[in-house]
C-alpha cells in the first residue's frame, strides 16, 4: 500500500513541477507575442495596453496550455486503464499463436507457466509483434490479474534459458508494480509531449491559410492574419513543447532505470540462474538489430520495455542502464564479449516442407505460403534472418548458372564460400521459388538498420555492375531493393499530355520488354501485341544488341512525365509484351515489378510459370 501511494506521489509531484515550468515558459512566451502582435501600440509605445495585453496573452497561454497538458494525461490515463490487451492491441500486438510461433518462440507459453508459478501469480495472457524482428518484450496492464507479456519476433533468435530470463524480468516488473508504476508516468510524458505536437498543428494550420485564401478580400485578409498569428504561436510554443518533452524524458530516465536492475536481481533469485539474464543481455547486445523497435507508438512507450527501444542503451536521457552495466551487475567476470547465437536459439526441425508441419484447419497459411509451400523451414528461417541477407540475397541474384562466377569479383572472393555453400543447399530450386524468396529477402532488407541496408545494397551494386548493361534480372532487382529502402520514387509533374511526342523512347521501351526473355523468334510478336495497344502509328522492334539498360532507364524518365492514365497505358503494354506468350521467367517476373514501381502503378508480384493477364 505505501508503495503504491509512494509511487502516486513521486508521480504527481514530477508531473506538477514539469507542467509548472512548461506553463510559466508558454505563458510568457504567448503574452510577448500577443504585445508585439498590436503594431500600432508598439509604433504609439503604448505600454499601458502593451502590458494589459501582456498580462492577457500570459493568462491565456498558461490557462490553455495547463488545460491542454491536463486534458491529454487524464485522456492517456483512461487509455492506459483499459487493461493489459487493449494496451498490447494499441500498440500492434496480437494475441500470441503457439502453432505459428517461429523458433524458440513455440516454447514461450509452457515457459511462462512454469515462471509464472515461481512468482506465485497469475499467468499472464501473451501477445507477440510480428512486425518487429528486434529482440524486445514489455509487460502491460492495470494489475497482476489483468497482466499481458508481450514479446518481439525477433526474440525467436534466443534460446529457451534466455526467454526464461526475459519472462521473469517482466514478472519481477508485474510483482513489484513497475507495471502500474510505468503506465501512470507514461501518461504523464504524452501530456507533456501534447504541447509539442499541438504547436506543430498550429504551424500546420496556418501555413494552410496563408496558402489558400478566400476570394473575398477581408475573409481573405482574416486567414492571412490569422495564419500568421497560427505559425507564430506554434513556433514559440513549439521550444516550450521541446522543454516539456525533455522534462518528460528527465523523469523517465532517472525513475526507470533503477526500476530496471531491480527486475534484473529479482528475476535472477527467483530463477536461481543469474546466467539466464546475463546471456540475454548478451544476445541483444550481440544482434545487430539489437532491441531497435520500429513503431513509432512503440518506441514512444520504450520505457516500458526490456531494453531501450532505440537500440542505444545508456546516454543521459536513456530509460535503461546500458546493457553492459546491467550484465555485469549479473555476471561480475563477464569478459565484455557479446553472444552471437546460442545452441538452442533455433530448435531442430524435420527436413520437410513448411506446409506439411502446419497444424489441421491451418489452410490459410498454406496458401500465403504458396510457391514456398515445398521449401523446408530451416531455409525459409535463413531468408527471414536479417543478418544474413549478405549471404542469402547474392545466392539468389546469382543463381542462374551463368552469372555465378561474378560472387568471385566482390568483397575479394570472401562471399564466395558461404554462396556456393547456399547453392548446394538450393540445389534444384525453381524460378517461381527464387522469386518469392528474393521477395522476402526485400522484406527482410527492409527490417535491417540502414547501415547493415547500405552494406547489402552496396554488395548489390557491385554484382550488377559486373554483370553489365544487359543483365536485365539482376539490374531489375537492383532498383527494386533501393526503392524498398529508400521510398518509392516520385512522379513528376505532369509536361507531356500525348504519346506522340515520346515516340522514339516508347520504341525503345516496348522494344527492351520484347526482348529481356530468351525465346528466340517472339521478340517481333510481343512488340507488336504491346504497340497496338498504345494506339501510335507502326514501328519495328529494335534488335537486342543496340538496347541497354541505360537506354530503358532513359525511356521511363520520358514516360513518367506523361498524365496518370497514359502512364498505366504504357505499363499495360508493357505486361501485356512480357506475358505475350502466356509464360513468364525470372527475368521478366523481376521486370514486371520494376516497370510498376518506376510507372508509379501497383507492383503486381507475378510469379515465373504459366500466366494469363488480361487488359
Request: proline residues 5%; contains cysteine.
Amino acid at each position: 500500500m505505501f508503495r503504491k501511494f509512494y509511487s502516486w506521489l513521486s508521480i504527481i509531484g514530477l508531473a506538477l513541477v514539469a507542467q509548472l515550468l512548461t506553463v510559466i515558459l508558454t505563458g510568457i512566451a504567448t503574452g510577448y507575442l500577443m504585445s508585439i502582435y498590436q503594431w500600432q501600440a508598439v509604433l504609439d509605445e503604448d505600454y499601458a495596453v502593451l502590458g494589459a495585453l501582456g498580462v492577457v496573452g500570459f493568462i491565456l497561454g498558461a490557462g490553455v496550455t495547463s488545460t491542454l497538458i491536463t486534458g491529454s494525461t487524464l485522456y492517456h490515463l483512461y487509455r492506459l486503464s483499459l487493461g493489459g490487451p487493449a494496451i498490447a492491441e494499441s500498440l500492434g500486438g496480437v494475441p500470441f499463436d503457439e502453432e505459428a510461433a517461429p523458433g524458440a518462440l513455440s516454447a514461450l507459453p509452457e515457459i511462462t507457466r512454469e515462471v509464472a508459478a515461481m512468482f506465485g501469480i497469475t499467468t499472464p495472457t501473451l501477445y507477440w509483434l510480428p512486425q518487429e524482428d528486434s529482440m524486445n518484450a514489455f509487460a502491460a496492464g492495470k494489475n497482476p490479474r489483468t497482466a499481458v507479456i508481450g514479446v518481439t519476433r525477433g526474440m525467436r533468435r534466443m534460446g529457451e534459458p534466455q526467454l526464461r530470463g526475459i519472462v521473469a524480468h517482466e514478472m519481477a516488473h508485474i510483482c513489484n508494480g513497475d507495471m502500474q508504476h510505468n503506465m501512470r508516468m507514461l501518461a504523464v510524458v504524452l501530456g507533456l509531449k501534447s504541447v509539442q505536437s499541438t504547436a506543430h498543428k498550429l504551424i500546420n494550420r496556418g501555413i494552410r491559410g496563408l496558402n489558400s485564401p478566400s476570394r473575398y478580400w477581408r475573409m481573405a485578409m482574416f486567414q492571412v492574419q490569422s495564419g500568421i498569428f497560427c505559425i507564430l504561436l506554434g513556433l514559440v510554443c513549439y521550444p516550450m513543447g521541446i522543454v516539456g518533452s525533455l522534462v518528460g524524458s528527465l523523469m523517465l530516465a532517472f525513475t526507470n532505470r533503477r526500476r530496471e536492475l531491480r527486475a534484473d536481481r529479482i528475476a535472477a533469485a527467483v530463477l536461481g540462474d543469474p546466467a539466464a539474464i546475463a546471456d540475454a543481455l548478451k544476445m541483444v547486445l550481440g544482434d545487430q538489430i539489437g532491441s531497435r523497435l520500429t513503431n513509432p507508438q512503440l518506441r514512444a512507450c520504450g520505457h516500458v520495455m526490456f531494453a531501450q527501444a532505440n537500440g542505444v542503451s545508456g546516454g543521459f536521457l536513456g530509460s535503461h542502464p546500458t546493457l553492459q552495466t546491467r550484465i555485469y551487475r549479473r555476471e561480475k567476470k563477464w569478459d565484455g564479449v557479446p553472444l552471437f547465437e546460442v545452441a538452442d536459439a533455433e530448435p531442430s526441425v524435420a527436413q520437410q516442407p513448411a506446409a506439411e508441419r502446419l497444424a489441421p484447419g491451418r489452410q490459410t497459411d498454406i496458401r500465403e505460403l504458396g510457391p514456398l509451400s515445398k521449401i523446408s523451414a530451416e531455409v525459409l528461417s535463413l531468408f527471414e534472418d536479417p543478418t544474413a541477407c549478405i549471404v542469402t540475397l547474392p545466392s539468389l541474384l546469382l543463381f542462374d548458372p551463368s552469372q555465378r562466377r561474378l560472387v568471385q569479383h566482390v568483397q575479394g572472393g570472401r562471399l564466395a564460400s558461404p554462396v556456393e555453400s547456399l547453392w548446394e543447399v538450393l540445389e534444384g530450386l525453381q524460378d517461381e521459388e527464387r522469386v518469392a524468396l528474393i521477395d522476402r529477402n526485400r522484406k527482410t532488407l527492409s527490417n535491417l538498420p540502414k547501415a547493415a541496408a547500405t552494406e547489402v545494397l552496396t554488395l548489390v551494386d557491385q554484382l550488377a555492375d559486373f554483370a553489365g548493361d544487359r543483365a536485365w534480372g539482376l539490374q531489375a532487382w537492383r532498383s527494386l531493393l533501393h526503392a524498398d529502402l529508400r521510398g518509392l520514387p516520385k512522379m513528376p509533374r505532369t509536361r507531356i499530355a500525348k504519346l506522340t511526342p515520346i515516340f522514339r523512347d516508347l520504341v525503345e521501351l516496348i522494344s527492351i520488354v520484347s526482348v529481356v526473355a530468351e525465346d528466340g523468334g517472339l521478340s517481333d510478336f510481343r512488340f507488336h501485341r504491346a504497340w497496338g495497344r498504345l494506339g501510335l502509328p507502326p514501328a519495328g522492334v529494335l534488335p537486342a544488341d543496340v538496347l541497354a539498360w541505360s537506354d530503358l532507364e532513359e525511356s521511363l524518365r520520358k514516360a513518367v512525365q506523361t498524365t496518370s492514365p497514359l502512364r498505366m497505358r504504357i505499363a499495360e503494354a508493357c505486361y501485356s509484351a512480357l506475358t505475350a506468350d502466356g509464360n513468364l521467367d525470372a527475368t521478366q517476373a523481376a521486370m514486371v515489378r520494376y516497370l510498376g514501381m518506376s510507372l508509379g502503378q501497383p507492383e503486381r508480384r507475378l510469379m515465373p510459370g504459366r500466366v494469363s493477364f488480361s487488359m
